[in-house]
């Protein structure tokens, strides 16, 4: 880290005092001790720079953004920052960032935009088995053990799907999902049909092999899962199209991050 970098570290990280929040879009963030998503903050300055100019160019005005496994929330404030009257749900079930990410809301002044849904997201409604690691690896936090970092224990969290969210929120307009749940995602856009054919939302989402493969589930599985609900998946940051789910798996070997985008050459399948 740079000299400013350092300090920075210093000074939110472990200064008494100062320790445990940071400025950052416009409001003070809260992070548990050590936190790995604070100090990549410091380093890189914006948290996945390039992946938050992507989504504050996605997110409309006026529509509704879903954060999928928030974490302390880097990812949600430069969207409210950027894009005006735009409204973010967050969703995070981790016991090790909930009560940091909720009193970062109650003092943002973003708040009134801002929700949070203390729950985990997959493909089904109810209760499920959800994977800690220590609190500075939250980051790796999900329903699976990916093996990544040690698991501490295991807790029992509420879980919803999207579309069970969508339907009791009022079918609100959604511009924009979010998605990093640590190997899960497939299940939460299997959760989420009735919503993506309905509102053709922007989705970027980690798709990770060796995260994906706690949940027994195949590379090529996220193309087949584009072709039936009729996107296209670019790989970032270059916006690579995907051609095929084998194009996918060499693509996933220098990036984990991907944009499925409406196909607007067919339209959407009835669900």
């Known amino acids: 880290m740079t000299l400013r970098q350092t300090i920075k570290y210093w000074l939110y990280g472990r200064c008494p005092g100062f320790a445990g929040s940071f400025p950052y879009f416009g409001t003070r963030v809260y992070f548990p001790p050590g936190s790995k998503s604070f100090l990549a903050a410091c380093e890189e300055g914006v948290f996945e720079a390039p992946n938050v100019r992507l989504l504050t160019a996605l997110a409309q005005p006026e529509t509704h953004c879903l954060d999928i496994g928030t974490n302390i929330g880097l990812m949600s404030l430069p969207i409210l920052n950027g894009v005006a009257n735009v409204r973010v749900i967050s969703f995070e079930a981790s016991p090790n960032v909930l009560s940091h990410v909720e009193r970062t809301i ?29 609190q500075a690896d939250s980051l790796f936090d999900g329903i699976r053990s990916t093996q990544r970092v040690p698991t501490v224990r295991q807790v029992e969290v509420e879980m919803t799907t999207l579309d069970f969210w969508w339907h009791e929120a009022g079918q609100p307009k959604v511009s924009l999902i979010k998605c990093d749940v640590e190997g899960g995602e497939l299940d939460v856009m299997c959760g989420a049909r009735e919503c993506v054919a309905s509102q053709k939302p922007a989705i970027l989402l980690e798709w990770n092999s060796k995260n994906i493969a706690a949940y027994a589930c195949r590379p090529a599985s996220l193309f087949d899962f584009a072709v039936e609900a009729g996107y296209i998946i670019y790989a970032l940051p270059n916006l690579i199209g995907i051609h095929s789910g084998l194009h996918l798996e060499m693509q996933m070997l220098s990036t984990e991050s991907f944009l499925l985008l409406p196909d607007q050459s067919r339209p959407f399948p009835s669900l």
Do not use: D, H, I, N
């Open 106 to 134: 109650a003092e943002s002044v973003y708040r009134e935009r801002w929700t949070l849904v203390p729950k985990a997201v997959g493909k089904r409604v109810g209760k499920t088995s959800f994977s800690l690691s220590a």
